[in-house]
C-alpha cells in the first residue's frame, strides 16, 4: 500500500490544507510530522469553512485516525480551544480517531512571550514570525530542556522538568528585563490541562508501524513550505524545523522506505508572509491583483501575504530537496483574466546566469529574475474538475511548469472548495 507525504514546495499557505483533505478520502491515517499552530489550514467542504492549526487536515472526514508526531511542537491550551472550536462544526475528536506522540516537545505560555519580545525589538533579529513560540520551543527540544507530552503524567517529573527549563529561560528573562516565571503557577497549569492532552497520548511509532504492516494507508501532512525548512530555507527568515519530505520519517517515528509517494503543493503563482527575500514580489497593480483575487491574508495572523510570479527556478530546487514525485498546482483560478503572465526560470547575478538561487544571502540580494512570458487566458477556469475544462493557454501554462521544474502535474486545484480538484495521477497508487 502506498503511503504520500504532502509537503509545501514554496513559502506556505500553497493549499496543503485542502489538498490533504481532498487526498484524505483514500488514507486511513493522517499525521502531522512537523511545525506547530503557526500553521493555518483551510478547507472547504460545500461551502463551510474549517481553518486548522494543530489539528491535521483529516479530521475533517470521519472515520479516519489523525495523528500528531513527535516532530511537531504542540500547545496544550492552543489545541484544547482548537478541538472545541472544531467540535462546533460537527467534527467528532475522540482518543479513537486523535493520537498525540508521547515525545512531542510542549510550547508553553514563556516560549509565546520570548518569540513576541525578540519579534518587538523591532531590530536585525527580526523575522516576522507568527508569535506563537514555535522557535523557541524548538530550541529547548535540542537544548534538552523541553517539556514532552509524557512528562505530564508524572507530577514529580514535570517538576523536575519544569525546573530544568527555568534554568536557562529565567537568566534569559532576566537579560532581557523580564519578571522570573512563577513556578508554582505554571506547575499548576500544566497539572490542569495534563488529563485533556493525555487522554490523546500514545507511542505514535509503534501505532503507525503496525498500521503500515496491516496494509493501511498514511498520509503524513505538511505545513510550511520548502523555502521556510530550517535547513534549505531562505535563512534566517525560516521556521524553526525541517519541513521537507525527509523529515515525515524522523517526525513520527518511521523509516524512510514508509515513503512511497511526496507530493509538492505549489501554487500557481508565489506569496510569502512576513521578512526575507523573495526575488519575484510585485509590488504593483499585478501584486495587488493576485493578492485580492486570491484573498491573500494570512490564516494566523491576518497579515497581508505579499505576492509575485511563479518561480520555476525555486520550485524546481524545492522539488529537488523535498524528492517531489508530482505537484498538486493550486490557485490556477486566480491567474483567470491576465492577458500574459511571467514565468521566473532563473537569475541573473552579476552578469551570470544561475538556475538556483544561492545561499548567501548578499547574493540572493543581487539576484535578479530573469522572465519568460507568456499569454494568459480571459476564459474562467474557477471550479473546473476536468482537463476539459480548462482554456488551451492555462493547459500551456501547466504543462510549461511542468517542464521548467522538472516534476509532473498529479493534481490541479481551481477554487477552494473540496471536489474542485483535477485528479492527473493518484498518489495512492501503487
Ligand atoms: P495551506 O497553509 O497550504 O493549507 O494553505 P492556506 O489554507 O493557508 O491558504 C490557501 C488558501 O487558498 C485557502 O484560503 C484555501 O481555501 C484557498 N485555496 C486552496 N486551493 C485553492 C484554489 O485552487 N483556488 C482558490 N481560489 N483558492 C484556493
Ligand atoms: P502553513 O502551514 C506561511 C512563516 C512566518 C515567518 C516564518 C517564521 O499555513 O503553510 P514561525 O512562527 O514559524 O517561527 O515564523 O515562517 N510561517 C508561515 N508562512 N505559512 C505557514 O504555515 C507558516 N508558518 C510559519 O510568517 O515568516
Ligand atoms: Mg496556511
Redesign the pocket.
Known sequence: MANVVVV?AQW?????????DWLSERADVIARFQGGHN??????VDGE?F?LNALP?GVVRGGKLSVIGNGVVLDPWHLVTEIEKIREQGVVITPETLMIAENTPLILPFHGELDRAREAQNSVAKIGTTGRGIGPCYEDKVGRRAIRVADLADKATLELRVDRALVHHNALRSGLGQEPIDRDALIAMLNEIAPQILQYAAPVWKVLNEKRRAGKRILFEG???ALLDIDFGTYPFVTSSNVIAGQAAAGTGMGPGAIDFVLG?V??YTTRVGEGPFPTELDDDDGQRLGE????F???TGRKRRCGWFDAALVRQTCAVSGVNGIAL?????LDGFETLKICIGYDLDGKQLDYLPTAADQQARCVPIYEEVPGWSEST?GARSWNDLPANAIKYVRHIEELIQCPVAL?????ERE??ILVTDPFAD
Open positions: 509545501g506556505g499557505d500553497e493549499g496543503k490544507g485542502k489538498i490533504v500553521a493555518g489550514h483551510t478547507l472547504v469553512v481553518k487536515s505545513a510550511q513550505g503543493i501554487k500557481a483575487r486570491g484573498h491573500e494570512g490564516t494566523v493550486t490557485k490556477l483560478d486566480v474557477e490541479l486545484s481551481t477554487s477552494p474542485d480538484t
